[in-house]
Each structure stands twice: as structure tokens, then as C-alpha cells.
């Protein structure tokens, strides 16, 4: 397992952006095979995948709610990965968390949206878009 920690949630009003961060404490060659998704999830709702990127070549999914907004994305190192999010609406409000696990598969096809594929969480970042 490796340490995450995600930062940059707060409030915005609707059609504003934000940008969240995920540090991570994945170290060596093996984090190349790394697979890192933003989740989100409302009060009373399951966990919902929202953007997947696999380190080793930039691949990214993201789910239907937020394609075209939302952006996800890492730094040179695959150390850290951001969600930009533009145009909010009300419905993304939401605690966001980041996750890890190895392996390419885990980001291809479904595997990303399962929350129960990735064994490292971040604490998670509130976002909240008022109209």
C-alpha cells in the first residue's frame, strides 16, 4: 500500500473550477505500473469512480457525469495526480477521495469505477458547488 493524501476541495459557486491534488509515497520502478483514480462519493451513495490515469503511460477514463469537464492528470515524476474541474455544478459536490493500486488492467475497461479493486485511500477532500 502506499500513503496518499489529497488537497485542494473547499466551495465554489456553480460553473466555477477547482483543482484537486493526490501526493503520493509510491516509490521505484514498480509505481510505473501504478493506477490512480478520484473517486467521489454523496451522503447515503456508494462510492462513484470519477477519473482514472495509469501512470506508466498517461491513459485516462473518465466516467460519463464528468467528461469534458474534469480533467485528470499527473506531474513528470507520476508522484502526484490532479483532477482539474471546470464548469461545477451542484450535483459534483461531493467528499473526494483518491486511490492506488498496481497493475494496468485495474485501469482499463470497468476495473477503475470498482472501489473495491484499490487497497490505498486518501482521507478525502470536500467539494461543495453551490448555485
Known amino acids: 500500500q502506499v500513503q496518499l493524501a489529497e488537497s485542494g476541495g473547499g466551495s465554489v459557486q456553480a460553473g466555477g473550477s477547482q483543482r484537486l491534488s493526490c501526493s503520493t509515497s509510491?516509490?521505484?520502478?514498480?509505481?510505473?505500473?501504478?493506477?490512480m483514480v478520484w473517486f467521489r462519493q454523496r451522503p447515503g451513495q456508494e462510492r462513484e469512480g470519477v477519473a482514472a490515469?495509469?501512470?506508466?503511460?498517461?491513459?485516462?477514463n473518465y466516467a460519463d457525469s464528468v467528461k469534458g469537464r474534469f480533467t485528470i492528470s499527473q506531474d513528470n515524476d507520476g508522484k502526484v495526480v490532479y483532477l482539474q474541474m471546470d464548469n461545477l455544478k451542484p450535483e459534483d459536490s461531493a467528499m473526494y477521495y483518491c486511490a492506488a493500486t498496481l497493475g494496468v488492467f485495474k485501469c482499463h475497461g470497468d476495473s477503475w469505477r470498482a472501489a473495491q479493486n484499490f487497497a490505498s485511500w486518501g482521507q478525502g477532500t470536500e467539494v461543495a458547488v453551490s448555485l
Open positions: 509510491a516509490s521505484g520502478d514498480d509505481w510505473w505500473n501504478g493506477c
Open positions: 490515469i495509469y501512470i506508466g503511460g498517461g491513459n485516462t
